[in-house]
């Protein structure tokens, strides 16, 4: 049997709902095997982050060595990375790895407001980053500060996303989430700019909805799909999820990732 394998670096959630726990859920049930590097450890909940602890760079270090000389991952999401020396160690040991199917969610604020990027980080990220990324899949107000334009209406997510496709990565989806109307997603690939429609879903829980994204994306190109197919099914499991209706915790909460089960 052919087994795919995905990669996610990020920050872990004791919760459950956003970073790696989601990545690794989303993964299992997109049908890719899933391997972790992780950046930090968050305490947090629905409610909020109450504190981090970065892993040191070297020891970041490792665990991709680990990984990438024993099982070559197929795809690679990244999200939350705090610091510049983190951002730096990924650089490095990727372009070292000679990593594909790069996804980067630039992750830098928490859907509970929290910041989970230290300063100057964004820079950095597009330096060493955008450049190896066949994909970067930034939020409204992530593509607002990486663009340097306000985004107000579906125009300015096009100037915007023509802006970020100048940064290096070869594609960018700019995704809808907090647009006050519909929950559309903008992917520009190869010089085109296709419409990902989504229609908003009255669910307050989406806490860790953007990892959820990147992950299925990254699962949908490690079993070999083009971009817009991966992004059009991994639009398809993130509805699906939201529309599932999971409420749990006292905050904004995590999505249900067992939704296709209730048919079995
Ligand atoms: N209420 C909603 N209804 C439908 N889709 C949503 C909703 N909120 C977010 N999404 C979708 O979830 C994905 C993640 O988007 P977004 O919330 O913008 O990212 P992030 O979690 O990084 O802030 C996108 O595909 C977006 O369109
Ligand atoms: C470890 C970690 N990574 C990413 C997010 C962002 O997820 P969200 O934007 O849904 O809060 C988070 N809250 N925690």
Redesign the pocket.
Known sequence: MSVHAALTI????SSG????Q?DIKTMITNGVYAMSAIT?L?A?NTTG?RSVMEVPPEFLGDQLDAVFEDIYPEAVKI??VSSKELIQVIGEKLRFYQAKNVVV?P?M????G?S?MKNNGAEMMIKELFPLASLITP?IPEAEILSGCEIKNKQDMEAAAEKLSDLGAEAVLLKGGHSISDADDLLCVEGQKIWIRGRRIHNPN??????TLSSAIASNLAKGMEMEEAVRKAKEYISKALEAGLDLGKG?GPLDHAFYMANL
């Open positions: 990020a920050g872990s959630d709902g956003a970073g790696i989601a930090a968050t947090q982050v999200g939350m969610d992750v604020v928490a859907s509970s929290s989970l939020n989406t806490h860790g909805t953007g990892c904004s």
